[in-house]
């Protein structure tokens, strides 16, 4: 299957700070990508669906300016976390489309811990 | 907003038992995905169904997707410690790529 890859694999940050995640497309090009969060013990809640070359699209009830998403290239995808709270301690993880089949494959997922 | 049901939500076995495990919606769905997903790890997809009725086969897994592609269930054959983990549904909604996540069985297979 497709390789998606994120990075850090983990974080922790201190209060107030901001945090980028990065999520690539390791063997082909994903013109959509997709971010999720998901707490202990709960399933996947997608966040926003980024698209390369232009904006985001968030759902309700994720803010855009706290979650930054940027998709400048066909591989890779950012998330930035600003003004990092405990709050948003959680395992974030993206995913990718296949132009092929239009299937989505996952990255290992970015464990964000705020102190 | 489609919603999908996944029970049960916590699954204990002995290896070597069967198993099966449903998600259920009362909304119809373009596609229906498993996942599983390991502690610490993203998702991986383990089938992708499509037609309503149709049947798929992943070695000890088998899929269904029912005739009104409106559910799911995934049997497991002689379970084994390696299938321990926590299964996910998705679906996804017509005309859109977004994919609706159940809130997954954990599965556990004691040795």
């Known amino acids: 299957g497709a390789v998606v890859s994120q990075h850090p694999s983990w974080v922790i940050c201190k209060s107030g700070t901001s945090v980028k995640i990065e999520c690539r497309s390791l063997?082909?090009?994903?013109?959509?990508m997709f971010w999720y969060r998901q707490f202990p013990k709960q399933s996947l809640m997608l966040m926003a669906t980024?698209?390369?070359?232009?904006?985001?699209?968030?759902e309700q009830g994720v803010e855009k300016d706290k979650f930054l998403i940027n998709h400048a290239s066909l591989t890779l995808s950012t998330l930035t976390v600003t003004s990092a709270h405990p709050e948003d301690s959680s395992f974030y993880i993206c995913?990718?489309?296949?132009?092929?089949?239009?299937?989505?494959?996952f990255g290992e997922g970015s464990r964000l811990t705020v102190l | 907003t489609q919603l999908l049901e996944q029970s049960p939500q916590f699954l204990s076995i002995q290896e070597g038992e069967n198993l099966t495990v449903y998600c259920n919606s009362s909304?119809?769905?373009?596609?229906l995905q498993w996942y599983r997903q390991e502690p610490g790890e993203g998702p991986v997809l383990l089938v992708t169904?499509?037609?309503?009725?149709e049947v798929k086969k992943l070695k000890r897994l088998t899929f269904q997707f029912g005739d009104a592609r409106k559910d799911s269930s995934l049997h497991i054959t002689a379970a084994q410690p390696g299938d321990t983990g926590l299964y996910l549904c998705?679906?996804?909604?017509?005309?859109?790529?977004?994919?609706?996540f159940g809130k997954g069985t954990k599965l556990t297979v004691n040795p």
């Open positions: 169904v499509v037609t309503g009725g």
């Open positions: 995913s990718a489309k296949t132009g092929n089949t239009g299937e989505l494959f």
């Open positions: 909304s119809v769905f373009s596609s």
């Open positions: 998705a679906g996804g909604e017509g005309g859109s790529e977004k994919l609706v």
């Open positions: 980024s698209n390369e070359g232009s904006k985001a699209t968030y």
């Open positions: 063997d082909f090009q994903a013109t959509t």
